[in-house]
């Protein structure tokens, strides 16, 4: 089934086009063309003024369109987190909750758990990915084979070293892309360099190992850093630490730009040492994202939303951060709005850079011929006015 969709104007390879025809076959992009060649007049051209009326297509979209964003951190939404409920039903609540905010891909994350609860995730990815889910390409294993001394909020008695029966389920094939986020302290580089063999993605994080030890894994295979700068090692004079070896490589590192993580101009830092292709936006979404709940239970404690100065924040009764009730069309607002990016880097970042961190940049995160047909529009003032996967309009706010 084709689809012809107009855009006034449109994200494609990073570049921005006006007046464009969207050729959409089966949910997937076949084509983006000059409007002018669906006009119904010879006499009209690219640059009239009357193009946009003139041209015959199934559905006219006005405002601006870039590629929906990827979040390979996901920790639950709508109410639900993952390690409570690993089940498709809360799956399918997570990925519903996270598309409102246009995140159209996403890789559900296992907070650090115990071997059942791993097993138990992992089965409920198999069946979305045998179903073809239109939102979930994989999973995140964020621990446990991560540091005590980093541990946040994750429980320092499931905190483990990496066992047989554990490498057999991050390289199940049946599971779409994995990310697995380890600290090299934990996890020696032969352990690495196995599961990248095996095609999983690794990830560096809640670590305080110093900068050699970093780099030795990074030269065993890892290729990304989770949540850059929390959790993790800091850079200083005389150590570089995980900070440091992650701005010094060519490793993605995954940033909450939530105003609560990060400082601004940390944040503002990171991104121009690294660049748009090297800096994914990640969301660390706990179950208030979509959610109605100010209090969520969390093994066993809870964690609360607050406001602060600087937005809403998610705590522990100790007040430890605990991940965040970030969206990720707010980190987009966030970084045109206040790190002075540009609306075209904060896309790539939103979206582009987590495809290709994942490697799936061929069928999502970009808006080319070949991939899924899943974007957001925007007005002038970056509100999210709709979410398209797959060639549907999902979610409306007009």
Same mark, same amino acid.
């Given at each position: ?107 559900? +994350? ?60 991050? +390289? ?50 890892? +290729? ?128 582009? +850079? ?45």
């Amino acid at each position: 089934m084709q689809k012809t969709i107009y855009v006034d104007s449109i994200l494609v390879n990073a570049e921005w086009k006006a007046q464009q025809v969207m050729i959409v076959e089966n949910g997937t992009i076949s084509d983006i063309v000059d409007a002018a060649k669906f006009a119904t007049g010879n006499e009209m051209t690219a640059n009239s003024k009357d193009l946009a009326s003139m041209v015959n297509v199934d559905e006219r979209i006005e405002g601006t369109v870039i590629p929906g964003y990827v979040d390979t951190q996901v920790n639950g939404g709508g109410g639900v987190m993952f390690n409570h409920a690993p089940t498709l039903e809360s799956l399918n609540i997570i990925a519903d909750a996270h598309a409102q905010f246009g995140t159209t891909s996403l890789f559900p +994350t296992l907070i650090t758990d115990d071997f059942a609860t791993i097993c138990s995730a992992a089965d409920a990815i198999s069946q979305a990915i045998r179903l073809n889910h239109p939102s979930i390409l994989g999973v995140h294993f964020e621990g446990p084979h991560l540091s005590v001394a980093k541990k946040g909020v994750h429980k320092a008695a499931h905190i483990r070293s990496m066992s047989d029966e554990e490498l057999a389920v991050y +390289t199940r094939k049946d599971i779409g892309q994995v990310i697995v986020t380890v600290a090299p302290e934990n996890v020696s580089p032969e352990v690495i360099q196995a599961l990248v063999k095996e095609n999983v993605i690794i990830a560096l994080g809640h670590s305080n190992a110093p900068y050699e030890v970093v780099q030795q894994a990074l030269d065993a295979g890892a +290729t990304g850093f989770t949540h850059l700068f929390n959790a993790m090692s800091p850079l200083t004079s005389r150590e570089p630490g995980m900070v440091g070896a992650a701005l010094l490589s060519d490793a993605i590192c995954g940033l909450i730009v939530d105003h609560q993580h990060l400082h601004k101009k940390s944040a503002e830092l990171a991104c121009k040492v690294k660049s748009e292709k090297g800096i994914m936006l990640v969301t660390d979404a706990m179950a208030h994202v979509g959610g109605t709940q100010d209090t969520v239970a969390f093994f066993d404690t809870k964690i609360t939303r607050t406001s602060t100065r600087t937005g809403e924040k998610l705590t522990t009764p100790d007040g430890t951060l605990a991940g965040s009730c970030l969206d990720m069309h707010s980190a987009l607002r966030h970084c045109v709005n206040d790190l002075g990016i540009t609306l075209k880097s904060a896309s790539v970042m939103a979206s582009t +850079t987590a495809s290709c961190f994942t490697c799936t940049q061929r069928t999502i995160g970009q808006l080319v011929p070949g991939a899924a047909a899943n974007f957001v529009v925007l007005d002038d003032k970056l509100n999210l006015k709709a979410v398209w996967q797959r060639g549907l309009n999902i979610h409306n706010n007009d």
